[in-house]
């Protein structure tokens, strides 16, 4: 006999993730007792599951019970206070709050009559945004303009790149592509790398201008003109430019007023990865490192990195919305509506790659409501004022040395090689990374600056307190005197 | 004075979780309450919310009345048990529990090292649907393929087709982009097309064969032929081919064994694009639209649309996980490791657009556990049933016609222009679903079949009943009388 479900009966729904909510406030009630990162072996959960779904349904306890003693040991702790690798992945109660609503809500609002609130709300939060890092004119919506929210700062760079290709295409003509020639650094994150390979731009016309630390690693004006004048007079046509604010290794800024000029007078596309460091410029002490961003034609911002909002959550502004539309439009008949027939509304469907979309803006506009501008400029401010205590502690031990320099909350350092062997350095920190991350007590991670591989500390898990960024550091020192000791 | 903010404190994240439970749960207790389809002009939501973010917090309180007064009125509830519009968008308690924990974890799952846990069980779950659906061995993660979650099938289908493009291109060179062709027919989804432009596809080459009403609107294995021997005579090459189970407009099938040998043939990928119907086929007496499967180099399914899984959801399978991985892999430096290095794991970031990616197995795997295979099969022959009552009920009627046959559970039918006059007939038509949906009684959406307005009506929405259905009938009666007696 077949009996019904009833998949979204309201009571149970209220009953099950009341216990839900409980199992993951006791989750970050105990997050620190877990290793940070992950201790498993490749394949560990192939042993610990069955091979194939149950026919019959299983009860909730059950399925609990195995997220603790079978998902959570393959978890690295992203929410962990003693997470410093890569960028933060910010979690918080209204993140938290505004993906349960948005969930809850489950709608997809590829197009403004699938929910007028998702598509309005975006538009307003992301105003409230970009009014908060001063953003121009421009790229609010009551312009030209106007701010989305994508997935990812990939998809941010993809999309505003597809638009300065179809519009210099429009002009030169689409057998053009091959000409067709972006520019980063080698500091530039690879998601450019992977937009121009998408977009059939040529590999070997991704040009990625070698930086140093005499600038410290961030882009020559000087460089990018000469790669510019050569490029045209080879023939190619320079079309799109991404410079970086906070890049991944070191939160280098390339200056942007300098390469926004260069860009303008050459045609080409400006954009402005401020993926993790944008969080930082709604402190005003911190705003100049965006100056100069009102020569670029796109700014990003990932509020899902160092801003309280859950994943996924990247902020776009564009100053022209119709490049991007002309790109990334479909029309298809079963998708047609009054509202956007009569062109009095964004379909949002239109400025990204996908065509269904979550409602987004729901827990960017509870970060913003719950916490307030000037609670989340002290939230940044507290990450930055314990990223220069870890860079004292660096400092007064003169087995280590920091590496470039600190802008936000990232340290670059590195521990010494005794010998001044530099091969042997990159072995010594190499092997300081791992033993730091198996110790399961933190997890750092690590990049290559000219050569040298070196220890990346990221501060902005939003429960990072000093006590924490302490107790890291004397793993680190103990770490480091072990591997010195049995030199 | 600068007080501290603890955005992740576990007992405040309790308290107000809680809070929002209730919250949601009762949205769904009244969720009948509401227009279907949201009943709000243009711009209405700026007019109720200020200019820019508080600079002081406000209260949880504040923010969920907030979304009462001025977010839900301006929703579209496809949750609603009268939503019959599009393809549904399925919300169930275990979905919403998934993506609960899921955001509760908040991790960024780029690469395995980052939550093994959550590579791993997109893993296996995505093998355990794969059985369900009874796909071919090769596109489980034992041999050369596997599954992987995208956000959309419009991102599948992007990144099949960028497989597909650099594989055709590292055999005739890069330089002969403009040569490729993509196939699919006037009833393939958008998303083709969309892929096309993205991918550098010159729009003109990618061929939406005709369709018509003596083949159900499938695609002809025949005209495909000829296409594909038309475009080689001329210098093209062939190189994509989409076929649909299940097309947006009519849920026609397209024949996939005699496409897929066509495809195979002539060395063009197949893709299979089963989003909508896909879900059925875990029925085994649905089972055989999707045989021929074994011909094709990729298959997706949207788990987000009728599988009660929240959305985003989309299962991707492909035979030969390296194409994928050739076009869609980046290697920097900082996300170097060494479980990545020795080619250990699977690292999901190079089957994908975005780098970061949501821990979206789990709410799979809450369905697939909490309702089990039998409860699963019965949701959908349920929604079939309904499908197939309310095809009887249109029949019923001789003002009316059901326009296409009825496979799933969507129905398309029209009513019938009194004077046999075709234009009036689309207008008539387009007027009854205006009129319907302005009663925000229930929210249905149209196409065009043959010239012919046509209107759908998508029976998929976890709280929809026979009930539902018979009084959404009587509304398309009610206002069918209203119109044909006007006129």
Redesign the interface.
């Given at each position: 006999m077949?009996?019904?479900?009833r998949?979204?009966?309201?009571?149970?729904?209220?009953e099950?993730?009341?216990k839900?909510?409980?199992?993951?406030?006791?989750?970050?009630?105990t997050i620190e007792n877990f290793p940070v990162?992950?201790q498993?072996e490749?394949?560990?959960?192939?042993k610990l599951?069955p091979?194939?779904?149950?026919?019959?349904?299983?009860g909730?306890q059950?399925?609990l019970d195995d997220?603790k003693s079978?998902?959570?040991?393959?978890?690295?702790?992203?929410?962990s206070p003693n997470y410093f690798a890569?960028y933060p992945?910010?979690?918080?109660?209204?993140?938290?709050?505004g993906?349960?609503?948005s969930?809850?809500?489950?709608?997809?609002g590829f197009s403004?009559?699938?929910?007028?609130?998702?598509t309005?709300?975006e538009?307003?939060?992301l105003?409230?945004?970009g009014?908060?890092l001063k953003l121009p004119e421009e790229f609010l919506s009551s312009g030209q303009g106007g701010g989305v929210i994508q997935?990812?700062?990939?998809?941010a760079v993809?999309v505003v790149l597809?638009a300065a290709?179809d519009k210099v295409l429009r002009r030169v003509g689409?057998?053009s592509?091959?000409k067709l020639v972006a520019y980063g650094s080698d500091q530039t994150?690879?998601?450019l790398?992977?937009a121009c390979?998408?977009?059939?731009v040529?590999p070997e016309n991704c040009r990625l201008l070698k930086t140093d630390s005499s600038r410290s690693y961030a882009i020559s004006p000087d460089l990018l003109c000469e790669a510019i004048s050569h490029d045209i007079s080879v023939g190619l046509i320079p079309f799109f430019l991404c410079a970086t604010v906070g890049t991944?290794?070191s939160t280098a800024v390339d200056p942007l007023l300098a390469l926004g000029k260069i860009a303008k007078s050459n045609g080409i596309w400006f954009h402005v990865d401020a993926a993790y460091a944008g969080s930082a410029c709604i402190c005003p002490e911190y705003r100049c490192y965006i100056d100069g961003v009102e020569e670029a034609d796109s700014f990003n911002m990932n509020a899902?990195k160092w801003f309280?909002t859950?994943?996924?959550c990247s902020a776009l502004w564009v100053k022209d919305r119709n490049a991007l539309i002309q790109?990334?439009s479909?029309?298809?008949?079963?998708?047609?509506n009054?509202?956007s027939q009569a062109n009095?509304?964004v379909d949002y469907k239109d400025w990204q790659?996908?065509?269904?979309r979550?409602f987004r803006s729901?827990k960017l506009?509870?970060v913003?409501?719950?916490?307030?501008?000037?609670?989340?400029q002290?939230?940044i401010?507290?990450h930055i004022n314990l990223a220069k205590y870890f860079e004292g502690l660096v400092a007064g031990d003169t087995r280590f040395e920091v590496v470039a320099s600190r802008i936000f909350s990232l340290v670059c350092f590195r521990l010494l090689p005794p010998d001044n062997n530099e091969d042997h350095g990159n072995k010594l920190n190499h092997d300081l990374l791992?033993a730091a991350n198996s110790t399961g007590k933190i997890f750092i991670?690590?990049?290559?600056l000219s050569g040298k591989y070196i220890l990346?500390f990221a501060v902005g898990a939003?429960?990072t307190e000093e006590r924490h960024v302490t107790a890291a550091w004397k793993v680190l020192q103990d770490e480091a005197s072990a591997l010195l000791g049995s030199l």
């Open positions: 077949e009996r019904e479900l998949p979204m009966d309201a009571e149970q729904l209220r099950h993730a009341h839900m909510v409980d199992f993951i406030a006791d989750y970050y009630k990162l992950s498993v490749p394949g560990y959960l192939q599951l091979d194939s779904a149950p026919n019959q349904p299983e909730l059950n399925v997220v079978k998902i959570l040991p393959g978890v690295t702790h992203w929410q890569y992945s910010n979690s918080s109660i209204a993140g938290f709050l993906e349960m609503l969930a809850g809500i489950n709608m997809v403004w009559i699938t929910s007028p609130a998702a309005e709300l538009i307003i939060v105003d409230w945004l009014k908060m997935g990812t700062a990939s998809e993809l597809l290709r689409k057998d592509l091959k994150h690879s998601a790398q992977k390979q998408i977009a059939g040529h991944t290794s899902h309280l859950n994943f996924d790109s990334l479909t029309n298809p008949e079963f998708l047609k009054k509202a009095m509304v790659i996908p065509l269904g979550r729901l506009w509870m913003l409501r719950l916490y307030g501008v000037e609670n989340l002290c939230y401010r507290n791992d991670s690590h990049t290559v990346r939003p429960l």
